[in-house]
C-alpha cells in the first residue's frame, strides 16, 4: 500500500538510509538538494521506507502541482532492489492522486505500462585509453588538430567564471530561472560539491563546464561556450581533457536531453545511453483534470 507522508512527518533518518542504501542513489533525492530545490515536497512510501518517492510540489494559482525543478534531471523510485509491480504502484498513485506537469523517473525505474522517456548519456569508469577508441571519427578528427594557444583549467566559481555564464548560458527561456541556476551553483559551491573547468584562448574565457563533485561520479551541470570562439572548438577539447583526467575513477553523467545537437555530442565521446522514464503534461490537460475533480 502506498501512503503519502508530507514534509513535516518524514522520518529523515529513514529516509536518508533509504536513499543511500539503494540501488537507485543519486544525487537529485539528497535531502539538502530537495530542500534548496524544491518550494514544498513530500514523499510517497511502500512499506517501512522500504521503498520511497519524492515528489516536488509547486503552487500554481493557489493549486498544488508536480513539477520537478528545472535542475532537478532525475528523482523516481528508490529502494534496495526494484520490483516493477510496486514502480506501477507507484505510478498509478501519483497519477491518480495528483495533478502533474512535469516527473522525472530514474533510470532504474522499469514500468509494466507505457511510459514516455527522455535521454541521459553517461560514461562509466574506464580506462581512457579504450575509450578513446570508441569516440566517434568526427570527434577524434576535431581533437588530433592542434589546440595551439587554448589552455584547459580547473578553476574556482569566482566573478569571472559567474558573468561569463550570465552572459552566454542558453537552453533556460526566462532570466529568473538563469539567477536561480547560477544560485545553484553556488550552493553547491558552498558545500565543496562543484568542480568548474575553462578553457582559455589567450587569458579569455571561451568555454566553461560546470560539475557537481559525487563520490561516485561527477554531474555535468552546464556546457557553455562563447558563441564568437566555437569555431575554436573549446567544447570539444574542454570535455575530452575532464574525461581524461577523470574517467578512471569516476563515472560522468552528462545529463543529456533529447535535443538532437546535444545527443550526438556526448555520443562522439563514447557515452552510452540511459534513457528515464517522465511523466509529463500540457497545462490543458492538468486544467481538464482538475475541472473533472
Known sequence: MIKKIRYGDIDFE?????????????FYANKFIMDHLCAEWEILVYGNYDYLMPIPIKKKMGIPVVVAPIFCQQIGIFS???NQSIND???????????????PFNYYNLFGKATVSKKN?????????LLRKSYSKGRKAILAKSAEGL????????NDIHNFLLTHFK????????????????????LSKLRVYAYFSENK??????????NHELILLALVNDPNYQYLNGASYLIDDIIQHNIRLKKIDFMGGNVRGIEVFFKSFGAQLEPFAVIENTKWAMLKKWIKK
Do not use: H, M, R, W
Request: hydrophobic fraction near 35%; charged fraction near 25%; aromatic fraction near 16%.
Open 89 to 103: 504502484l507507484f505510478l498509478t498513485y501519483l497519477k491518480n492522486n495528483y495533478l502533474v506537469s512535469y516527473y
Open 80 to 82: 534496495k532492489a526494484e
Open 205 to 214: 574565457i571561451i568555454s566553461v563546464a560546470v560539475l557537481t563533485d559525487e
Open 151 to 158: 589552455v584547459c583549467e580547473k578553476v574556482g566559481y569566482n
Open 121 to 129: 548519456y553517461i560514461i562509466e569508469k574506464q580506462d581512457y585509453e
Open 171 to 190: 537552453g533556460l527561456d526566462k532570466t529568473s530561472d538563469v539567477i536561480n541556476f547560477l544560485d545553484f551553483i553556488k550552493f553547491l559551491n558552498d
Open 14 to 26: 529513514k529516509y536518508n538510509e533509504c536513499i543511500e542504501s539503494s540501488i537507485q542513489k543519486n
